[in-house]
């Protein structure tokens, strides 16, 4: 009875803070360090974020996610993830699952992104989220999103992305999340990048998102974030170990504790053919 009230408490706390109910939870260890500052991404972690940033990707990229819920061994996110560049734009496939045994979100999505011209690219997304509640049984429901990516300046980027605009529920009377983000990267230097990010879920209030990036090292990356409603801070490391990414981050909420998060990526070698 104790375990069952803790995931109850913890799921009902984590809906505003994660926009549950259909839209991925989750999405690298990068991101998680950098207070999920994620609409700016512009690597395989792109395919939950913004499809826009896949448009940038010069090399296939394979990779899994991994998270656990205020360090309950119920509440995991895990996923995985695939992209490929072509000349006609990235293609990428995700596939997800949050929750534990008494209720959890698969999902599965197809990913595109395409530069327009070289300083602007579009990307959208086609998703089918499957509830599961063995009391009640499974709904699966389709939706879309939509994003894109600006260089403004070589030092200033900005990105904007929507999720579910055409608000699908995922059962009756339950609406599957509808979010909007907008976020700008700087980069004051090649060593230090700088994220800021609005987050509108059309259920809760408005989130402010800021993260910072340190290359401390050619293979050590030094992360910090920040988020509001409620108040988190993020910490995180990356290691890059020639083709491979290794990215480990934990967020801090005051009351529910520490969310720890791994993600490994492959990147393949560079294709030539591709800017």
Request: proline fraction near 4%; hydrophobic fraction near 40%; avoid cysteine.
């Amino acid at each position: 009875m104790n375990k069952l009230l803790i995931l109850s408490f913890a799921l009902l706390l984590t809906l505003p803070l994660f926009g549950q109910n259909g839209s991925p939870v989750y999405n690298g260890g990068r991101t998680l360090g950098m207070g999920n500052t994620g609409v700016v991404n512009r690597d395989l972690t792109s395919v939950y974020s913004n499809q826009a940033g896949l448009a940038y990707l010069t090399s296939m990229q394979a990779g899994v996610f991994g998270s656990r819920r205020f360090m309950i061994a119920d509440i995991n996110s895990v996923g995985a993830a695939f992209a490929y560049p072509t000349k006609s734009g990235t293609f990428g496939i995700d596939v997800n699952y949050f929750g534990f045994e008494g209720f959890n979100q698969q999902s599965i999505g197809l990913n595109y992104g395409r530069k327009l011209f070289d300083k602007l690219a579009i990307g959208g997304k086609a998703l089918v989220n499957t509830t599961a509640i063995p009391e009640y049984g499974n709904t699966s429901t389709f939706t879309f999103a939509l994003g894109f990516y600006s260089r403004l300046l070589d030092k200033v980027h900005l990105a904007g992305h929507v999720f579910n605009p055409i608000r699908m529920d995922i059962a009756p009377n339950e609406p599957m999340t509808t979010s909007l983000r907008i976020g700008l990267t700087y980069f004051p230097s090649k060593k230090t990048t700088l994220n800021l990010e609005a987050e509108q879920d059309l259920e809760y209030d408005m989130r402010i998102k800021a993260g910072m990036e340190y290359q401390l090292i050619e293979q050590l990356y030094l992360r910090l974030g920040v988020q509001t409603e409620p108040v988190q801070i993020a910490f995180g490391i990356g290691f890059e170990l020639e083709q491979l990414k290794i990215d480990v981050a934990s967020q801090y909420h005051q009351v529910l504790g520490f969310t720890p998060g791994i993600s490994v990526i492959y990147v393949g070698k560079p294709n030539r053919k591709l800017k």
